[in-house]
């Protein structure tokens, strides 16, 4: 029988948990998905290995069986695929660096220049990874070092780069466009371009879930993309939140950008996976920092 690292991961989320509910926002997929993988593996098993009653999920007499065969299995396989990996990118002097985001500010360009001083024989290789993926690819070992907003997934490390003030994006005919600065208050009545609930704690973050008091956040559409955002804001189907130095990133046709009063600031960071202490990556560190004191942050400019 043939059976996915996939399913066995999630399993032993399952395992570790004992609630689907939090292996499912422990590995950011949604609960039906997770049940869908489970049962998956059991009919490739043969077997049943979760039991759920009324009180959780308990282990069946083959899933504990199972379970430290999984978990050595995947270890095996993650230790192997780090080294791998490792082995590939040094013969190539590649360091793969995700984002989900144009992060503006001239940060990218100094950082390029910086890194090339400190690693001359070494180039980066830019990959862009959807919402859906707060990690940047770096959990799932796609990346070696990622530009992120907090707050981050565990099992990351990282360096806060800039701390801004949070603006919404309105349709260019919304009633509150015509204001020069916005109270949350005021927006928190209306509906939100949400991120996909896998996004975890920053999908709650960019909804400005702490400063709303328990209420909730009306969602009027979820994307995964900063097209599909600029698309769904254009359409009027929804207003976001995004960072000030974003500002001109959303300065697109029936888009409007503005500053809001009564939000906590955002935080841009450069992360790598826990542990990883190779020196290309030591000197990308160091070189985000040394690009975010030399470009600072300019003021946007509402539009």
């Known amino acids: 029988m043939d059976v996915h690292l996939r399913d066995l991961r999630y399993f032993v989320a399952v395992a570790d948990e004992l609630s689907f509910t939090r292996a499912a926002e422990r590995l950011y997929v949604s609960q039906p998905a997770l049940s869908k993988q489970i049962r998956q593996l059991e009919q490739a098993m043969r077997a049943t290995l979760l039991r759920r ?6 282990l069946t ?8 065969s999984a978990r050595r299995l995947l270890e095996t396989w993650d ?16 360091l793969r660096l995700g984002m989900q985001t144009s992060i503006g500010r001239n940060l990218y360009p100094a950082v390029l220049r ?39 997934p565990v099992g990351l490390e990282y360096r806060v780069l800039l701390n801004e003030s949070r603006w919404v994006a ?14 949350l208050a005021d927006l928190l009545d209306e509906p939100f371009v949400a991120l996909p ?15 709303r008091q328990g209420r909730p956040a009306r969602i009027g559409v979820e994307v995964s993309t900063p097209d599909e955002t600029f698309e769904a804001i254009a359409s009027g189907l929804g207003i976001h939140l995004l960072a ?29 996976r826990h542990g990883d202490a190779r020196a290309q990556v030591k000197a990308f560190v160091s070189a985000c920092e040394d690009a975010a004191t030399l470009t600072g942050t300019p003021d946007p400019v509402p539009g």
């Not at 230790?79 to 590649?94: F, I, K, N």
């Not at 980066?124 to 070992?141: I, K, M």
């Not at 697109?252 to 935080?267: D, M, N």
């Open 170 to 183: 309105l349709p260019m005919d919304h009633p509150l466009a015509g204001r020069t600065e916005i109270d």
């Open 53 to 58: 009653d009324p009180r959780g999920v308990t």
């Open 244 to 272: 000030a130095g974003n500002a001109d990133i959303y300065a697109r046709p029936g888009i409007t950008r503005r500053p809001v009063r009564g939000l906590s600031p955002c935080q841009l960071a450069v992360a790598w």
């Open 114 to 152: 910086r890194f090339a001083e400190l690693k001359p024989d070494w180039r980066l290789t830019l990959r862009l990874c959807e919402w859906t993926d707060p990690s940047a690819g770096l959990l799932d070992e796609s990346s070696d070092a990622a530009f992120v907003w907090l707050p981050l």
């Open 79 to 94: 230790d192997t695929a780090r080294a791998v990996l490792a082995a590939e990118a040094h013969d190539r002097r590649v």
């Open 197 to 211: 609930e896998q996004a975890g704690p920053m999908r709650d973050f960019w909804l400005a879930t702490d400063e």
């Open 61 to 68: 007499a083959a899933g504990a069986l199972l379970l430290p």
